[in-house]
């Protein structure tokens, strides 16, 4: 028996030998979360107190006539990151999650949001606010009908709120004597006055050709021919989704923190484009590229951003039928258009365009990721060497990452705030360090980093979860269920036009196995030098169907409470594949990973995986060789190709054995070679 046999079984001995265990799952009570119960309560050093500012905006919710008022974490553009001047949600509660709604009532003021965000709200709010833990508006608005008489009036800023939750909040409201009133003078705003921060003066820049997928001139000839097309003839399209103005006309800003756009409209008919924006603030190269085909149907009339409505209110005096997106158009707008002169989808044809990249974006996008891998796996390293000499905390690991991707070409910035959480952090799924609250990197305690990247030629979001010392049984079970999650949906063959929502739980289904979850989405789009989470690709109820030429990330994980997070998440593009049998004109789809960074093997019980999923990682582990590997030899980092080269050995056909065969398989063939070797 050769040397290398011996030392196969020896392992498969051991491996046999390992069981598989549970921690207890228990909740940790920190002191970094407010107390209410207690008197006097205990606020922790990051709670915001806003009693003053309640107390001014009661003053103006009487003046205008309302017993309650609802405030959105949003702007006029149904934007998901807002600029510091839209954070009135933020500024009125403390909380600066993504995503909540806040109602204030006459006596009483209630936050809403989702479990990502749970925790934090308990970090940040003080005693005057109450939380909801969901985010449906049916739940917001049974506790209004409590608390708000019949025969009041609910106020809210119609520029603030889309089409569709206007109307969910009119259908919460129906038949119960309350007024949903639309207040076009935001009250929070009043409140804010002198402090609120000045609108955004950064220049509006035309992208190169380089980094463009087509000419906005082409783009705009699409989308008329769209319009063409139609059923119901619409004679213009509203956008009023920030992506949309900054896609069509290949122009980026600098207005929202992370996502390279700018504050702006558009109205693009037949034979005329108006943009509503800052006209000051466009370079002269934007500025040529608009107006170069003046006079004539490519010609960009500039228009003021204020003026959209007075635009839109004179258009539609005409023989006219505007198509709009509900998601993200607002009801401010949406009530200047007659009912009868409304084209309305969910999405316009300019987000639904977007959505699918042609072949030049997906090669843009793709060369991205190959730099961002190169900046991961150095930090990756880099995290190997610095955490056991007790060097790195959860921010300076957030913003050494950063670092390293600011070196590489193209750069713009980071694509969202980098999530750096350690041990119980981690459990928080969207916890983001700050130079004053920071834990320590311990090899003791499972890590999770979840960055991206903003360059010229696309977007990157990626997450990985290590640990440099002995995870837990039960942590390691974890971390491979998420593993095979991210798994079988990567590999997936589905029909074309499915729709995402139909095959998430592949991503979960490990997970439900054994009682396990997540309480986030498994997916988002992701632009071309735009917004790390792109509207209308991903996974959930209101995205589109699937198709060639979309990106979304995959995305499972879990989160036990108070002790560690677990998040795996890559980027894909969606590509069509072959099938031993073909029916009908329309392709099978499937995934193609495109971020490209190795697992953490430490993390990883290799007896949970199929001999399918074994060799996918395999698979997996040759693309990021191909691929990565040149690129960090160009670069002359040696000890980061052979970091990389370590941590994707393929599994051994021993594991492969295992996997096929199945536990009860392998326990008798040992059981039988032990005899053999007695006998």
């Known amino acids: 028996m050769s040397f290398s046999l011996c030392t196969s079984w020896v392992w498969m001995l051991l491996f046999l030998g390992c069981t598989l265990g549970q921690s207890k799952q228990t909740r940790s009570a920190g002191s970094d979360v407010r107390n209410c119960t207690t008197v006097p309560p205990y606020l922790p050093s990051t709670v915001t107190n806003t009693t003053e500012r309640l107390q001014a905006l009661r003053q103006h919710m009487q003046v205008y006539n309302v017993s309650a008022y609802i405030v959105p974490a949003t702007d006029a553009h149904m934007s998901e990151y807002i600029a510091e001047?839209?954070?009135?949600?933020?500024?009125?509660?403390?909380?600066?999650?993504?995503?909540?709604?806040?109602?204030?009532?006459?006596?009483?003021?209630t936050l809403w949001t989702d479990s990502r965000y749970w925790i934090q709200a308990e970090r940040q709010m003080d005693c005057s606010w109450e939380l909801q833990k969901t985010v449906w508006i049916h739940s917001i608005g049974e506790w209004i009908l409590q608390e708000v008489p019949a025969g009041k009036n609910i106020g809210l800023d119609p520029f603030l709120f889309s089409i569709d939750n206007w109307e969910s909040y009119c259908q919460a409201l129906q038949n119960s004597g309350r007024n949903l009133i639309p207040i076009e003078t935001n009250l929070v705003d009043l409140v804010w006055d002198a402090q609120k921060p000045p609108p955004p003066t950064h220049s509006i820049y035309a992208l190169s050709d380089e980094f463009t997928g087509n000419t906005w001139q082409n783009k705009v000839s699409d989308i008329r021919t769209q319009m063409e097309k139609h059923s119901k003839s619409p004679t213009a399209v509203l956008l009023s989704g920030l992506e949309e103005t900054a896609w069509l006309f290949n122009l980026r800003g600098d207005d929202i923190p992370y996502n390279p756009v700018f504050y702006s409209y558009a109205?693009?008919?037949?034979?005329?484009?108006?943009?509503?924006?800052?006209?000051?603030?466009l370079t002269q190269d934007a500025l040529q590229s608009l107006t170069a085909g003046c006079p004539g149907p490519l010609c960009v009339h500039l228009e003021d951003y204020n003026q959209v409505k007075a635009h839109l209110e004179n258009y539609v005096q005409g023989d006219i039928r505007i198509?709009?997106?509900?998601?993200?158009?607002?009801?401010g707008l949406f009530r200047v258009i007659p009912e009868e002169k409304r084209l309305q989808e969910s999405y316009s044809p300019?987000?639904?365009?977007?959505?699918?990249?042609?072949?030049?974006?997906?090669?843009?996008?793709?060369?991205?990721?190959?730099?961002?891998?190169?900046?991961?796996?150095?930090?990756?390293?880099?995290?190997?060497?610095n955490v056991p000499l007790g060097s790195v905390n959860e921010f300076s690991g957030a913003r050494y990452v950063n670092q390293l991707r600011q070196k590489m070409d193209h750069w713009r910035g980071p694509s969202f705030e980098t999530i750096s959480a350690s041990g119980l952090n981690a459990a928080l799924a969207h916890y983001s360090p700050s130079n004053v609250s920071s834990r320590k990197l311990s090899v003791d305690e499972m890590y999770l980093t979840d960055s991206g990247g903003q360059y010229l030629d696309g977007t990157t979001d990626i997450t990985r979860t290590v640990h440099w010392g002995?995870?837990?049984?039960?942590?390691?079970?974890?971390?491979?269920?998420?593993?095979?999650?991210?798994?079988?949906?990567?590999?997936?063959?589905?029909?074309?036009?499915?729709?995402?929502?139909?095959?998430?739980?592949?991503?979960?289904?490990?997970?439900w196995k054994v009682g396990l979850n997540y309480g986030h989405g498994t997916g988002h789009g992701i632009g071309n030098f735009l917004s790390v989470h792109e509207w209308p690709v991903g996974f959930q109820s209101n995205n589109v169907p699937l198709t060639t030429g979309m990106f979304t990330s995959i995305e499972p994980g879990y989160y036990q409470d108070g002790e560690f997070g677990i998040r795996i998440?890559?980027?894909?593009?969606?590509?069509?594949?072959?099938?031993?049998?073909?029916?009908?004109?329309?392709?099978?789809?499937?995934?193609?990973?495109?971020?490209l960074v190795p697992y953490d093997r430490?993390?990883?019980?290799?007896?949970?995986?199929?001999?399918?999923?074994?060799?996918?990682?395999?698979?997996?582990?040759?693309?990021?060789?191909?691929?990565?590997?040149?690129?960090?030899?160009?670069?002359?980092?040696?000890?980061?190709?052979?970091?990389?080269?370590?941590?994707?050995?393929?599994?051994?056909?021993?594991?492969?054995?295992?996997?096929?065969?199945?536990?009860?398989a392998v326990t008798t063939l040992m059981s039988e070679f032990l005899s053999n070797l007695q006998a």
């Open 85 to 109: 001047q839209d954070a009135r949600l933020a500024w009125m509660t403390g909380f600066t999650g993504s995503a909540g709604t806040g109602v204030v009532t006459l006596d009483k003021a």
């Open 267 to 281: 109205l693009l008919t037949k034979s005329n484009i108006s943009l509503f924006l800052n006209q000051s603030r």
């Open 323 to 331: 198509w709009i997106g509900t998601e993200y158009t607002t009801y």
């Open 350 to 385: 300019v987000m639904t365009t977007k959505a699918v990249k042609n072949t030049k974006e997906q090669g843009l996008l793709k060369a991205a990721h190959v730099r961002d891998a190169v900046a991961v796996i150095q930090y990756l390293l880099w995290l190997e060497k």
């Open 470 to 511: 002995a995870p837990t049984p039960f942590q390691k079970e974890a971390y491979t269920r998420v593993l095979m999650g991210n798994i079988e949906l990567s590999r997936l063959v589905f029909p074309s036009g499915t729709s995402g929502r139909m095959i998430e739980a592949f991503a979960r289904q490990t997970l």
């Open 569 to 595: 998440e890559d980027v894909a593009l969606v590509v069509e594949t072959q099938t031993e049998h073909k029916v009908g004109d329309k392709p099978f789809l499937t995934f193609e990973v495109v971020s």
């Open 602 to 664: 430490n993390l990883i019980d290799v007896r949970l995986l199929s001999a399918e999923q074994i060799q996918y990682l395999n698979s997996y582990y040759e693309t990021i060789r191909h691929r990565v590997g040149p690129e960090l030899q160009r670069r002359q980092l040696q000890e980061e190709y052979e970091w990389m080269r370590s941590n994707t050995e393929p599994f051994s056909q021993g594991v492969l054995v295992a996997a096929s065969l199945g536990l009860l």
